[in-house]
């Protein structure tokens, strides 16, 4: 697996369902194999490929993009230096905390250090939007370049006529918007790249072909322990949204082109994607499925004055695959997932105990789907915690006494509610009743 680094947004706010950092992933190893038994590719220049590019893509080149190469030291001070600019410790520790109590990554992992280690190894290339440049990982076998830049000056074209640089400083607290937008953004690179290298760079009618997201995530466990340890050894959230925006949006692009054209993509850049959800089912997007967006009160009147909210967002139907297939069978958790609607969380912080607290507000299309939910995160949260059986449980509401707190899971109707820290069970029940009084809005 390769990361390009076009869109570094996402390592700002990682949280619960992703990191930003970017790949050539996969779909560069399987097109690369692909292409030696197809056809052998000449050597071509950067200009010669953003010409074969353009016309694969039907965009015009507007201007001339420059290029360069860089070590994994500078490398490494790019990544180190976006990271600085758009990034505080505080959004980092936040971030970190949120996935700690989810049971995501150990508590005390080195997050941002890993994330820097993880780039450093894994950065193919990279196109600066500030410069308009594309840059090459100089260590990059030369069989592995063309692909690579392919993908790149295809984010140069997407931002010449799309302006790419409008995404950089995304809002925060709706993260799985985000990362819709990104897995639109590098599907295409990575669409754009399979035709290139498979079809030798003649178009492809990508209708007549299997999924290409099924035929990465079958290769998404192939990863080379040897090669690549950093990426071997990351926890698995991280490796599996590092590798969304690409696994995930060639689907996303490939429906999108299917049902309509390569020229009908022009309109996603106006007409965002706005969920994960739409990503993973392009139909979705197509009938313009919105998400419902959901606002919880804020708790800290009720918390006492040392809790200070430290993340606010949304996890979405990605976020919520991940997050129970770290604890419940994977189909299982896809399932259950599926019917996502919408969702919030909140965490809270007693900086002084050193104690977290997380609520989430999910709703879900149908009670079905709720229901379906509900049992799946009721044997996520048993396993996260340790416990055998809930503490007490009557109906569609189970409490649940741990270690780190007294917890709630209740649903009500296509609406389910969780609560992860809370002081004792009385508490917990105040607090419960503040979130559900949680807006929704289509």
């Known amino acids: 697996m390769r990361l390009d680094y076009a869109t570094t947004s996402r390592i700002r706010r990682l949280a619960k369902a992703a990191l930003a950092g970017s790949l ?54 790019s990544v180190i230096a976006d990271l600085n600019e758009n990034t505080t410790p505080a959004e980092f520790a936040a971030t970190a905390k949120t996935l700690t109590k989810l049971g995501l990554i150990d508590k005390g992992f080195a997050l941002r250090e890993y994330v820097i280690k993880l780039l450093r190894e894994q950065v193919a290339g990279f196109y600066d939007t500030k410069t308009q440049t594309f840059y090459l990982a100089s260590w990059i076998p030369f069989a592995e370049q063309e692909p690579v ?66 035929l990465l995530l079958s290769q998404s466990d192939a990863g080379d322990a040897t090669r690549f340890p950093v990426m071997a050894g990351a926890p698995a959230v991280l490796r599996e949204n590092l590798q969304f925006p690409y696994v995930y949006g060639v689907g996303f692009v490939q429906g999108v082109i299917k049902e309509k054209s390569w020229k009908s993509l022009d309109s996603c850049y106006e007409d965002l994607p706005q969920s994960t959800e739409q990503i993973i089912h392009p139909d979705r997007y197509l009938a313009r ?25 949304v996890n979405g139907e990605f976020g919520y695959t991940v997050l129970l297939g770290q604890f419940v069978e994977k189909q299982r ?68 006494d741990t270690e780190e707190g007294a917890v709630l899971i209740e649903l009500r109707g296509q609406d389910v509610v969780a609560i992860e820290g809370a002081e004792n069970r009385d508490q917990l029940s105040k607090l419960a009743a503040l979130v559900w009084q949680a807006s929704k809005k289509p």
């Open 149 to 214: 830049i392919a993908h790149e000056l295809t984010h140069a074209l997407q931002d010449q006529h799309f302006d790419l640089r409008r995404f950089e400083k995304w809002p925060k607290g709706d993260s799985d918007a985000e990362l819709a937008v990104h897995a639109l953004i590098e599907g295409e690179a990575t669409v754009l790249m399979f035709e290139y290298t498979v079809g030798g760079g003649k178009p492809i009618d990508l209708s007549r072909i299997g999924s290409l997201t099924d």
């Open 289 to 313: 499925d919105k998400p419902i967006k959901i606002e919880i009160p804020d708790l800290g009147p009720a918390l006492g004055s040392r809790w200070k909210r430290a993340d606010y967002d």
């Open 333 to 400: 958790a896809k399932r259950a997932a599926a019917g996502w609607g919408g969702d919030r969380y909140a965490l809270y912080e007693d900086a002084q105990a050193g104690r977290l607290l997380l609520t989430q507000f999910t709703s879900w299309d149908t009670v079905k789907d709720a229901e379906e939910f509900f049992e799946a995160y009721k044997e996520r949260t048993a396993k996260r915690y340790h416990v055998a059986a809930p503490s007490a449980e009557s109906g569609h509401k189970i409490t649940i």
């Open 24 to 77: 050539a992933l996969l779909l560069m190893a399987a097109a690369v194999g692909s292409a030696r038994q197809v056809s052998v590719l000449k050597a071509k220049n950067a200009d010669e490929i953003l010409h074969v590019v353009s016309r694969l893509r039907g965009l015009d080149v507007k201007r001339a993009v420059k290029s360069g190469s860089k070590s994994h030291d500078e490398i490494e001070q």
